[in-house]
């Protein structure tokens, strides 16, 4: 898994590389004698290498060589993206320079040039870089990957707003048995006991939409009627008792919570809540230490006056089921999705209400049994699917051996890679592999993430004319959305977006293709990245 992430990346680095040559390599009149030739084979140096990453992030190459071969490349891409910036930043430093020693007038009528000495410097640099290129450019026909030469993509303007919207973000099939059972679950076993907590919980394997399930039913009318008050804490992996009941207040003002007292926060749920029966759901629990659900446990039996009060768990773990005090008759294990179900998904995600072409309807159901009837597959894969709308490329996504892993075992992390693979363009590659700075199962402000982008420099404002940097962010962003990479969007009044999550396999991907880049503290699987 390790090496096709740094293929990944390293094709988003090649390719951002790549623009920036292109851009230099049109300004003729900063180029020294020489130099001109120089950035020009860079470029199709570049181009060639481009292409045999495309083909190495499909055959997924392992061995040692490959390895070395990909770290260095990497090395050179970074020395390149390194004296290209040098150039541009001293082409920018004489142009100040120069507006400070003549009038504006002339200023008009001359470009300011950089002085012949340094751009000769560039100049062997370059030359340098080259020779590194060429090295790494035979090496590569060592491993049998085959170049796709002018598979250059950029991201497609216009279009992206439109995928955005087609169809429902919230589009949910196959569930309504579920939901049923769960709603007579919490309804009719209501106990009128206050020293008894009676917690329904919901397992299953990551992907299969435990979330969403539990969100249907909070959202159904007769749970709106039967529980006066309803509370969502996402709890992870961090079970901390503190943490829990005040995100517990949280949700019931909608408003942060200024206590860190535990009695006083106590004190405050209880009235918030008067008499009211609640309904409390613990999404995404790993907790198998009974002593941290005893403390919590203790803290919601204080509340004696809401008589017939329900617990929602929500856990990959039938042991963390047993632990948070689920009764066997009050486990429900959700299905998989059937064949049908998974294309239903697919569908309205790629066409929404528009009719299907024929052949392309055959190869859509084919890649849905693939989806091992697990609706976060289908809706990650059709956020995939909906960019490319081309016969050869959904029989690319069908035939991609990467389904083998779905298949073997519980892979999804592999099939939601060959999501990212499919980005269109290394720039959003980028800014999807940041979000994974931030900490799982956290709500991400929309804004605050594409400044974020923007300070560290991964939206590429060559391909989009002269359009302003939030504008960018922005498109990107609703890329990211448009490929079901981003999730749970809560809007303003007005209907933009203002926070959004990430599924917590979409998460761990994302820290996947970051591994090689940043500085991610990674650990048996569990990820701290609670600073950004």
């Given amino acids: 898994m390790e090496q096709k992430v740094v293929e990944a990346v390293l094709g988003a680095a090649v390719q951002l590389t790549l623009s920036k040559v292109i851009s230099l390599a049109a300004e003729q009149a900063s180029l020294a004698c020489g130099f001109k030739n120089d950035m020009k084979k860079l470029r199709v140096l570049l181009t060639l290498i481009q292409a045999v990453l495309q083909d190495a992030e499909e055959k997924h190459v392992r061995d040692g060589s490959a390895r070395l071969w990909l770290q260095e490349l990497r090395d050179v891409a970074y020395e390149i993206d390194d004296v290209l910036d040098e150039f541009t930043y001293q082409k920018l430093g004489m142009k100040a320079k120069f507006q400070d020693q003549i009038s504006r007038k002339l200023c008009n009528l001359f470009t300011p040039s950089i002085p012949l000495p340094y751009r000769l410097n560039m100049a062997k640099k370059i030359k340098n870089i080259n020779v590194s290129l060429s090295h790494i450019n035979k090496q590569a026909s060592q491993f049998g990957l085959q170049r796709r030469v002018g598979e250059i993509v950029v991201l497609p303007r216009g279009n992206l707003e439109t995928h955005s919207l087609i169809g429902d973000p919230f589009h949910v099939v196959g569930r309504g048995y579920d939901v049923s059972k769960i709603i007579n679950l919490l309804i009719k076993s209501s106990t ?12 299953g394997m990551a992907g299969l939409g435990k979330t969403t399930l ?13 529980f006066g008050k309803i509370m969502w804490v996402c709890v992870s992996n961090d079970f901390d008792v503190d943490r829990i ?8 003002t909608k408003t942060p919570c200024a206590f860190r007292n535990k009695d006083t926060v106590l004190r405050r749920i209880q009235e918030e809540l008067g008499e009211e029966r609640y309904l409390l759901i613990f999404d995404d629990v790993w907790n198998e230490n009974v002593e941290k659900w005893e403390d919590l446990k203790g803290c919601l039996l204080g509340f004696s006056r809401n008589i017939g009060s329900k617990i929602i768990v929500t856990t990959r773990s039938d042991n963390v089921a047993s632990v948070m005090g689920t009764h066997t008759e009050h486990k429900h294990h959700p299905k998989k999705l059937v064949d049908d179900e998974c294309w239903s998904i697919i569908k309205q995600k790629v066409f929404g209400s528009s009719s299907i072409p024929e052949e392309m309807e055959v190869i859509g159901k084919d890649i849905a049994k693939k989806c091992r009837g697990l609706p976060l597959v289908a809706r990650v894969i059709g956020g995939t699917m909906s960019n490319k709308r081309d016969k050869e490329e959904w029989l690319s996504i069908k035939h991609c051996n990467i389904w083998d892993s779905l298949e073997r075992n519980n892979g999804i992390l592999h099939v939601l890679k060959l999501s990212f693979d499919r980005l269109p363009s290394p720039s959003l590659k980028r800014c999807f592999a940041y979000c994974s700075n931030f900490s799982r199962d956290v709500y991400i402000e929309r804004e605050q993430l594409i400044q974020l982008w923007m300070a560290n420099g991964f939206l590429d404002p060559s391909k989009e004319g002269n359009m302003a940097m939030e504008d960018i962010g922005n498109m990107q962003f609703k890329a990211l959305l448009s490929n079901s990479l981003f999730q749970d969007v809560e809007r303003d009044a007005y209907g933009n977006i203002e926070v959004c999550k990430m599924h917590d396999l979409v998460h761990d991907l994302a820290v996947f293709v970051s591994k090689e880049e940043t500085k991610v503290l990674y650990n048996n699987s569990m990820v701290d990245t609670s600073c950004i």
């Fill in 192 to 203: 009128q006991q206050p020293q008894i907590i009676s917690v329904i919980s919901i397992v």
């Fill in 245 to 252: 009941l005040v995100e517990m207040l949280e949700s019931l």
């Fill in 214 to 226: 539990a969100k249907l039913v909070c959202n159904s009318e007769p749970i709106q009627h039967h």
